[in-house]
């Protein structure tokens, strides 16, 4: 399987401390990739390498064979990564649809052949096209809002009947949907997502395991950070461990449930005979 994502050797200090201790990791396409580990273990601070909210101090990221390391999140958005956050972000005062379209800026194509590069002239023309609705703009407009629509709609009861709702009005574990719905408006080649089930219940975190499953279906390449370890084995082609800024497992699911550094890692000492238990530390 070729790979889509290839970290190699990939590190981050702060001071004293190392985040993430020369990191390698692969997500072919198509793959769904889990990261897991204790708390502290450096996941999220990966995340944010790949992503561009943070620069590594050492090694390389590769996306479809180019090099990207500390691309900013911008232009790694256009060449299609999309991420959501451990603890939701969304526009509080937009509503549930606004905030969909808000991820697929990137896609947006009637606008930039027309935009100058003197300063000043780029954003005039934009404002220009958008008070004048060229038919360029108005049908690229329409898609991107049927786009939308089809999103949502993957969410079923939990966000169609709130499409016209603000976000700030919505329960946590909506936001968190709407959150994930923004990032799939991208229609990203690799969908990042960082604990999507945090804070949520047993029918919850249910309903989310099949969105992902559906989406997995689909041909969606996922590289997935998740505490709950029962969704994280019915999901996963592979899993990466990490502990203190180390990898010190990866392997299929079942493989690495019984890994003894897996277990070491999560108990704090050796139970060789036992699994690693379903709920465990972010």
């Given at each position: 399987?070729p790979?889509?994502?290839?970290?190699?050797?990939?590190?981050?200090?702060f001071g004293g401390?190392?985040?993430?201790?020369a990191?390698d990791?692969?997500?072919?396409?198509?793959?769904?990739?889990?990261v897991i580990?204790?708390?502290?273990?450096?996941?999220?601070?990966?995340f944010?390498l790949?992503?561009g909210?943070d620069q590594?101090d050492?090694?390389?990221v590769?996306f479809e064979g180019?090099?990207?390391?500390?691309w900013?999140?911008?232009?790694?958005?256009?060449?299609?990564?999309a991420r959501?956050f451990?603890?939701?972000?969304?526009f509080?005062n937009?509503?549930v649809?606004?905030n969909?379209?808000?991820g697929?800026?990137?896609?947006l194509?009637a606008?930039?052949?027309?935009?100058?590069?003197?300063p000043?002239?780029a954003?005039?023309?934009?404002?220009?096209l958008?008070?004048?609705?060229?038919p360029?703009?108005a049908?690229e407009?329409?898609q991107l809002?049927?786009d939308?629509?089809?999103?949502i709609a993957?969410f079923g009861?939990r966000l169609v009947p709130?499409?016209?709702h603000?976000?700030?009005?919505?329960?946590?574990a909506?936001?968190?949907?709407v959150?994930?719905a923004r990032?799939?408006a991208?229609?990203?080649r690799?969908?990042?997502?960082d604990?999507?089930?945090?804070?949520?219940?047993?029918?919850e975190t249910a309903?989310m395991?099949e969105?992902i499953?559906k989406?997995k279906?689909?041909?969606?390449?996922i590289l997935l950070?998740?505490h709950?370890?029962d969704?994280?084995?019915?999901l996963s082609?592979r899993v990466?461990?990490?502990?203190d800024?180390?990898?010190?497992?990866e392997?299929?699911?079942?493989?690495?449930?019984?890994?003894?550094?897996?277990?070491?890692?999560?108990?704090?000492h050796?139970?060789?005979?036992n699994?690693?238990?379903?709920?465990?530390?972010?």
């Open positions: 399987m790979s889509l994502l290839e970290i190699a050797g990939l590190t981050r200090r401390l190392t985040a993430v201790d990191v990791l692969r997500v072919g396409e198509g793959e769904l990739v889990s580990g204790p708390n502290g273990a450096g996941k999220t601070t990966l944010n790949v992503t909210l590594p050492g090694g390389r590769l180019d090099d990207i390391t500390g900013p999140a911008q232009r790694l958005a256009q060449r299609g990564l959501t451990q603890h939701g972000r969304v509080a937009l509503t649809l606004d969909v379209l808000v697929a800026h990137t896609r194509r606008v930039r052949p027309t935009l100058g590069r003197v000043g002239v954003a005039l023309a934009e404002l220009a958008a008070l004048l609705q060229p360029s703009v049908r407009a329409q809002r049927s939308a629509l089809e999103i993957l009861a709130r499409i016209d603000p976000a700030y009005s919505l329960s946590y909506n936001r968190r949907r959150e994930i990032a799939l991208l229609r990203p690799l969908l990042l997502l604990e999507p089930t945090a804070g949520m219940n047993e029918s309903e395991l969105i499953r989406l279906a689909r041909g969606q390449t950070i998740e709950k370890l969704l994280v084995m019915q082609d990466v461990v990490l502990d800024g180390h990898k010190i497992a392997g299929l699911p079942d493989e690495v449930r019984n890994d003894p550094r897996v277990i070491e890692a999560y108990l704090g050796r139970q060789v005979g699994a690693v238990p379903v709920e465990v530390a972010a």
